[in-house]
């Protein structure tokens, strides 16, 4: 105790000469101590008080402040405390742990002018935002070690933080952190200096500013790039959503208790999120009454309607919908049938969704195919160990938020573009667009598109390759599975073992917009980089394939190159929109047109609710397709003079 008296006393010696202090006192809700503050430490109180309000805290809480106790959206706040609890903020939306902020630190405490500046940082930023919000929780943790650090140091104010401080502060946090939270720290240091410079009116030094602004982006790059959500196998994604719905659907919920249908409900939860890439967090949250019918040209189209919480802000969540296909709409309807509820995981919290996804991939093993001798790199969540036939083998195991990676990824693969998939995800910032998606591109992610190809074939016998070399392609892949023993495509050969094979004999690269198949394992592509991009926009490289549900995909490209060849014939560059109108019409003649032939061609062999269905990212050509095939016939005809 006499210790920390010292401490205290010593922290008191530092102000200003001239400061008047303002002592806010207060017994501490659960303890006997007194809280203690001088809210005025180096004038800070009477400087913002004097000055043109700024911020929220300035126009209507100063007086409070001084008095001691607020009411922050129904919490009680003794401004002095160390301890802030907004629990009462707390709802269905922000499930996360922490709803405090604790003021207290190992060691030398936080001098009054840093304490009284970190709560009016945390203050305000409530106050703004009309909530708490998981941001400002970590931002409260990296400017509070911050905050230590210049004490360590002997800064006590702000003003005489020197670019080389800071620089140090973030060398010493590099040596025990990745550098994505290196950016962070920078962001939230930023957010506070610019925070002090409004509240004060003193100006932030420059070379403060440039270090914090500054970002290491070799490291970064490599950190981000590990840290990447990775891509699940698409072999255990279908074996995982046909396991979980031929489960849901062939039980009699009627004869469980609730116990029973609740596990049932978990598995809901975690179908719902392989088919709509939702957020782990949101699906929890989906409204009771979520599926909306509508009519687009007398065809019945479902979407679900759902909350996102993460990229809003304010005291409320908005409501967003996404597609939902037939077997989404199917189970939950079944589940309604015999469940009520405001939430479709009402009573479940995301810690027991995320430990009953990681039993059922440890129970359903030998069905999901997810056992290895050694772990598998594209599982993110730890493998479990485990003796299966007097051998040691690894159980591997995704994470929840696989899902999102993957969805967004076959939505990319199948022709999507970045705004539909964002619209679908749920994201606002256009930074965010194209985050989860996986360019197809490594070996790993090459083999996964044979497996989808073979498998594709294997359903659908009336399935063709698009391309100029599209029919002698088809039919090798024919050829191929046709030589093999039926037993073995329907389930008693491994998928895997089988897309080696095929890659063995024509090796197949994912590209944007289809893909590129080499005639034989043993042959050079005489297409390099350097050339690629060229002979892909006039449509040349022989070697190039593509399917009708890439439709999408080069409609997109379509308008995206009408853009361009307006622009060049407004200008009056004659040569340039030359250029261009002919790569439109190349790209049309070889790609688009040919696509919505088969497109039309599948249509009839199987009906259009069945590709609809099968084939989501066609649907908007589907009901667009007069329209397109007039845009078509329109550029075809079109000469630069008209």
Avoid at 2 to 11: A, F, P, W
Avoid at 386 to 397: A, C, D, M, S
Avoid at 428 to 441: C, I, N, P, Q, W
Avoid at 520 to 536: F, G, H, I, Q
């Amino acid at each position: 105790m006499e210790q920390t008296k010292n401490i205290i006393d010593k922290i008191d010696t530092i102000q200003s000469d001239n400061e008047v202090p303002i002592i806010l006192s207060n017994y501490e809700p659960t303890t006997d101590e007194a809280s203690r503050l001088n809210i005025n430490s180096n004038n800070l109180y009477n400087d913002i008080s004097s000055l043109e309000p700024y911020t929220i805290i300035q126009e209507e809480y100063l007086d409070l402040i001084k008095e001691n106790h607020l009411n922050v959206f129904g919490a009680d706040i003794i401004f002095s405390s160390k301890k802030w609890d907004f629990s009462n903020l707390k709802n269905d939306f922000n499930k996360y742990k922490q709803h405090s902020f604790n003021f207290n630190v190992k060691g030398e405490p936080l001098t009054d002018f840093y304490e009284t500046f970190l709560k009016l940082f945390v203050l305000n930023a409530i106050l703004e935002d009309g909530s708490l919000r998981r941001y400002l929780i970590n931002d409260f943790y990296f400017i509070k070690v911050f905050f230590v650090y210049l004490q360590s140091k002997n800064v006590y104010l702000l003003e005489n933080c020197t670019e080389l401080t800071v620089n140090d502060f973030l060398t010493l946090q590099r040596a025990i952190t990745a550098e994505t939270t290196i950016v962070k720290y920078q962001t939230a240091i930023l957010k506070m200096f610019n925070f002090y410079s409004i509240l004060t009116n003193k100006e932030i030094n420059q070379n403060v500013i440039n270090v914090l602004t500054k970002r290491n982006k070799n490291s970064l790059k490599i950190t981000q790039k590990n840290g990447l959500i990775k891509l699940l196998p698409n072999s255990f994604m279908k074996n995982l959503t046909k396991l979980l719905y031929d489960d849901i659907i062939n039980t009699d919920f009627n004869s469980l208790n609730n116990i029973e249908l609740k596990n049932y409900r978990k598995e809901i939860l975690i179908f719902i999120l392989t088919q709509t890439g939702i957020r782990p967090e949101e699906v929890l949250t989906i409204p009771y009454d979520c599926i909306i019918k509508d009519d687009l040209n007398n065809i019945d189209v479902y979407f679900m309607r759902y909350n996102i919480t993460k990229s809003i802000y304010g005291p409320s969540v908005e409501e967003t919908q996404t597609v939902a296909n037939e077997k989404v709409v199917k189970i939950i309807s079944k589940l309604r049938d015999n469940y009520k509820g405001t939430y479709l995981g009402d009573k479940i919290s995301y810690r027991q969704l995320r430990d009953f996804f990681y039993q059922y991939c440890e129970d359903n093993c030998s069905k999901l195919e997810n056992i290895s001798d050694l772990p598998i790199d594209s599982f993110m969540a730890k493998p479990l160990r485990k003796e299966i036939n007097g051998k040691g083998k690894y159980i591997n195991i995704p994470r929840l938020k696989q899902f999102r990676v993957y969805f967004d990824s076959e939505l990319k693969r199948r022709g999507f573009n970045d705004f539909s998939r964002a619209k679908l995800l749920g994201h606002h910032d256009e930074k965010m667009f194209d985050y989860y998606g996986r360019d197809v591109t490594t070996l790993e992610e090459d083999i996964n598109f044979s497996q989808i190809l073979i498998k594709d074939f294997i359903n659908d016998s009336s399935l063709k390759i698009l391309g100029p070399k599209g029919n002698i392609y088809t039919k090798r892949i024919r050829k191929f599975l046709d030589k093999l023993d039926k037993k073995k495509i329907q389930g008693a050969y491994n998928i895997e073992e089988l897309s080696q094979e095929l890659m063995n004999e024509m090796p197949i690269r994912t590209k944007l917009g289809g893909c590129c198949i080499k005639p034989y394992s043993n042959a050079e592509c005489n297409k390099n980089d350097n050339t690629d991009e060229y002979l892909c926009s006039y449509g040349l490289c022989e070697n190039q394939c593509h399917f009708f549900y890439n439709c999408m995909y080069y409609y997109d490209k379509f308008h995206e190159m009408i853009d361009a060849y307006n622009h060049n014939s407004n200008a009056g560059y004659e040569k340039f929109a030359s250029k261009e109108l002919y790569k439109i019409q190349q790209m049309l003649k070889g790609k688009l047109r040919p696509e919505l032939e088969e497109l039309n061609r599948m249509i009839e062999i199987n009906g259009v609710e069945t590709i609809k269905n099968n084939y989501p990212g066609v649907v908007e050509i589907i009901d667009n397709y007069g329209k397109i095939k007039g845009e078509i016939d329109l550029w075809m005809n079109k000469t630069v003079k008209n």
